[in-house]
């Protein structure tokens, strides 16, 4: 259609109003939405509810259609909304959170999940999904980690870009557009603590913060979304330098650019804006088509445009963006987009989008200790399943979309299904809350635990303890857990813990007593026979973590991916004064970055180069020979390093190059190898532009970010 002619047909108040995003409550009346209420806050006459652009979150696909329907027979311009919903790991079949999944290593499994949820959703005539979320997380303090796909740019950019591709497809009946998030740099919030402020250099955002987006952009993200934080001082939603000069100047990023809930708004809290007209005027000048939950745009943009502070065309680029996406979605053509009630009741929670839940969750699961307690024996006589989460469908975690807890398959669940010969007693024992102090339970958990072969303890957050808003001082586990887990210690020494998490844990004390500890995060609607599978061995731990576990709470941020400092730690064991370090405890993390156990093992041969200088223009090739030295088949992520010895700045002691996921049976071996070029060393110098410099590098192959024993090649 012709986007530009219906623009000049439409009036002014009808354009203002597409570039507002509300919750579908405005629209529906429920709740506390009402003409007395939020919508008279916000200004909003009854009657130009019809000329609103989009709407966010609806509650069912019912609800969707009322909209929807009642919108089209009121609007003027015949212009349809767009509905958008946060499908962030799943849409009623739900896989595992988001750093979950990216513990997978895997982007195909990526993709294919993202494939499934965008098909439920669309069927439900949902057109845009808020994702992915591609923030970097540094810091475990920081509620939306489970988001995130961890701490390294690298992985992140391969995940973004698979997610993306995996929604939007060829945007077909079953694909949905994506909205990349928070642009820019929101995982670097101080303290971990969300929506706070972000302060750092041009290099750093550059080089480890912008290139998830970057991917995302590339692979053809549709939306964008900005974040809360300041970055240099001024709001991201406002922030011409990240929207204007990088994003659309750049990276040449055409599509449609939103803000976060009430983000405009907040620019006065923030101290850059001292009301809402002078905030719509910096968002707009900043290149901010759509609002999302305020509405400074349709209460001022008309008297900015009589004031020459914003130009009418500014107003129409946004609008074209907005329609244009409404016409890649295909709502113009039909307005309930690809809505199948009838398909959807077929696809939605079917054999095989639980198969594709179930793989993500067992693929994502990181085994952190094992003293050869796992795999358990399904003829073992007895289990003692014991935990907040034991028999608990919340496991499908935050951000779960349209997922249920009644679709869930618990723990208990699982395991009955697989240890049919078995007898198996749980008991909740403690709440998951971390401010829970009831011990009431602790004792009649012993005593299952004292009659019962083998311990399993669900323990971890409490599933609303993580995502948005949910920044935590301390990530150890409540006191009451350990309460219940050092009581049980003194009656059953076979103890397994099942970790339930959002977030990295600090988590030292588990090491003491559990026999085993296996991070399952929030896996989804199949958890429970995911983590049958992996207890019972019929599945192997495969997962490596995408985010580093702190020793400690005070080392938070802490990445593997840090400088060396001018004063380097010889010895983690010792102290040192006058060191960078500690004087009372390690520099070195619990669990490192891609650090995962499996229930075989796998030896690495020393890596092989193709040639030890690397000329302008060329490529070598770094390998290494993979042997499967256990007593079964299991899957090994090899994982590339690369480390700059002298750069014209300063360079991290390792940077994630490359990985792959390898399958051997036992005494199996395989050769893997990495491509190395320029732009595989290449970094923003003292310029800001980015480029290989020449000089000597070191090559690090492993099964983890400690690997050490490097090959070495010069770049000339």
């Given at each position: 259609m012709d986007i530009k002619a219906l623009i000049s047909k439409m009036s002014f108040r009808e354009k203002v109003y597409q570039l507002l995003q509300l919750t579908s409550d405005f629209f529906s009346g429920s709740g506390d939405v009402d003409l007395t209420g939020p919508i008279q806050d916000f200004k909003i006459a009854p009657e130009d509810m019809k000329l609103i652009g989009s709407v966010l979150n609806t509650r069912s696909a019912e609800d969707l259609i009322a909209i929807q329907k009642k919108y089209i027979e009121q609007n003027p311009s015949g212009i349809p909304l767009i509905f958008m919903l946060n499908v962030v790991h799943g849409y009623r079949t739900v896989y595992p959170v988001n750093l979950g999944l990216a513990c997978s290593f895997d982007t195909e499994l990526v993709f294919e999940c993202s494939k499934m949820a965008a098909k439920e959703a669309a069927l439900e005539g949902c057109s845009v999904t808020f994702g992915p979320m591609v923030d970097i997380a540094r810091d475990a303090r920081w509620g939306r980690a489970m988001e995130s796909s961890g701490e390294d740019p690298y992985l992140g950019a391969k995940i973004a870009e698979a997610t993306v591709k995996g929604f939007e497809g060829d945007m077909?009946?079953?694909?949905?557009?994506?909205?990349?998030?928070?642009?820019?740099?929101?995982?670097?919030?101080?303290?971990?603590?969300?929506?706070?402020?972000?302060?750092?250099?041009?290099?750093?955002?550059?080089?480890?913060?912008?290139?998830?987006?970057?991917?995302?952009?590339?692979?053809?993200?549709?939306?964008?979304?900005?974040?809360?934080?300041?970055?240099?001082?001024?709001?991201?939603?406002?922030?011409?330098?990240?929207?204007?000069?990088?994003?659309?100047?750049?990276?040449?990023?055409?599509?449609?650019?939103?803000?976060?809930?009430?983000?405009?708004?907040?620019?006065?809290?923030?101290?850059?804006?001292?009301?809402?007209?002078?905030a719509a005027e910096m968002v707009m000048n900043a290149g901010l088509d759509m609002e999302m939950m305020s509405v400074a745009y349709i209460n001022y943009l008309e008297e900015l445009v009589a004031e020459g502070r914003v130009s009418l065309k500014q107003i129409d680029d946004a609008v074209y963006r907005v329609l244009k996406l409404k016409e890649e979605c295909g709502l113009f053509e039909s307005p309930y987009g690809h809505l199948d009630l009838d398909e959807a009741k077929a696809v939605i929670l079917s054999e095989e989008h639980r198969a594709i839940a179930r793989?993500?969750?067992?693929?994502?699961?990181?085994?952190?200790?094992?003293?050869?307690?796992?795999?358990?024996?399904?003829?073992?006589?007895?289990?003692?399943?014991?935990?907040?989460?034991?028999?608990?469908?919340?496991?499908?975690?935050?951000?779960?979309?349209?997922?249920?807890?009644?679709?869930?398959?618990?723990?208990?669940?699982?395991?009955?299904?697989?240890?049919?010969?078995?007898?198996?007693?749980?008991?909740?024992?403690?709440?998951?809350?971390?401010?829970?102090?009831?011990?009431?339970?602790?004792?009649?958990?012993?005593?299952?635990?004292?009659?019962?072969?083998?311990?399993?303890?669900?323990?971890?957050?409490?599933?609303?303890?993580?995502?948005?808003?949910?920044?935590?001082?301390?990530?150890?586990?409540?006191?009451?857990?350990?309460?219940?887990?050092?009581?049980?210690?003194?009656?059953?020494?076979?103890?397994?813990?099942?970790?339930?998490?959002?977030?990295?844990?600090?988590?030292?004390?588990?090491?003491?007593?559990?026999?085993?500890?296996?991070?399952?995060?929030?896996?989804?609607?199949?958890?429970?026979?995911?983590?049958?599978?992996?207890?019972?061995?019929?599945?192997?731990?495969?997962?490596?973590?995408?985010?580093?576990?702190?020793?400690?709470?005070?080392?938070?941020?802490?990445?593997?991916?840090?400088?060396?400092?001018?004063?380097?730690?010889?010895?983690?064991?010792?102290?040192?004064?006058?060191?960078?370090?500690?004087?009372?405890?390690?520099?070195?993390?619990?669990?490192?970055?891609?650090?995962?156990?499996?229930?075989?093992?796998?030896?690495?041969?020393?890596?092989?180069?193709?040639?030890?200088?690397?000329?302008?223009?060329g490529k070598i090739t770094a390998s290494v020979e993979l042997t499967n030295t256990g007593n079964r088949e299991g899957t090994e992520t090899v994982q590339l390093y690369i480390r700059d010895l002298v750069g014209s700045v300063t360079r991290p002691v390792k940077e994630l190059r490359g990985f792959e996921r390898v399958t051997l049976g036992k005494d199996e071996s395989k050769v893997v190898s990495f491509d190395i070029d320029e732009e595989t060393l290449a970094f923003y110098g003292q310029d800001l532009q980015r480029r290989a410099e020449a000089g000597e590098f070191h090559i690090f192959i492993g099964g983890d970010s400690r690997v050490s024993s490097p090959a070495k090649f010069t770049l000339v």
């Open positions: 077909g009946k079953y694909n949905l557009a994506t909205c990349v998030k928070h642009f820019a740099a929101y995982g670097a919030a101080e303290a971990g603590m969300d929506y706070n402020t972000v302060d750092m250099s041009e290099r750093t955002l550059r080089e480890y913060f912008l290139p998830t987006y970057k991917a995302a952009v590339d692979a053809g993200a549709r939306t964008l979304m900005t974040a809360f934080n300041i970055v240099d001082g001024i709001p991201a939603v406002a922030n011409k330098h990240l929207l204007c000069d990088i994003l659309r100047g750049e990276w040449g990023y055409k599509g449609l650019i939103i803000s976060d809930f009430c983000a405009a708004k907040e620019l006065m809290a923030h101290g850059v804006a001292e009301d809402h007209k002078a793989r993500a969750a067992e693929e994502g699961a990181v085994l952190l200790e094992n003293d050869g307690i796992l795999p358990l024996a399904e003829s073992v006589e007895s289990i003692a399943l014991i935990g907040p989460h034991t028999d608990n469908g919340e496991i499908i975690g935050k951000w779960s979309c349209m997922g249920k807890p009644c679709d869930t398959v618990t723990v208990l669940e699982g395991m009955k299904k697989l240890y049919t010969g078995s007898r198996i007693e749980c008991a909740r024992g403690v709440f998951a809350a971390f401010d829970s102090k009831d011990e009431s339970g602790i004792a009649e958990a012993v005593k299952i635990a004292e009659r019962c072969d083998t311990v399993i303890l669900t323990l971890g957050e409490e599933p609303d303890d993580s995502g948005e808003g949910r920044s935590k001082m301390y990530i150890d586990l409540p006191d009451v857990q350990y309460k219940l887990l050092d009581e049980i210690y003194k009656v059953n020494k076979n103890i397994i813990v099942l970790l339930f998490t959002g977030r990295p844990l600090s988590v030292v004390r588990l090491r003491e007593k559990a026999r085993a500890v296996l991070c399952a995060w929030w896996p989804g609607t199949e958890g429970g026979n995911a983590i049958a599978n992996l207890i019972s061995g019929r599945v192997s731990p495969s997962g490596k973590l995408a985010m580093t576990f702190p020793y400690s709470v005070g080392q938070c941020p802490i990445y593997y991916n840090h400088y060396n400092s001018g004063r380097p730690r010889p010895d983690d064991q010792r102290r040192y004064n006058y060191k960078c370090a500690y004087i009372d405890g390690p520099n070195s993390p619990l669990y490192s970055f891609g650090y995962g156990l499996s229930y075989t093992s796998f030896s690495y041969s020393e890596v092989k180069l193709s040639d030890t200088v690397l000329k302008k223009g």
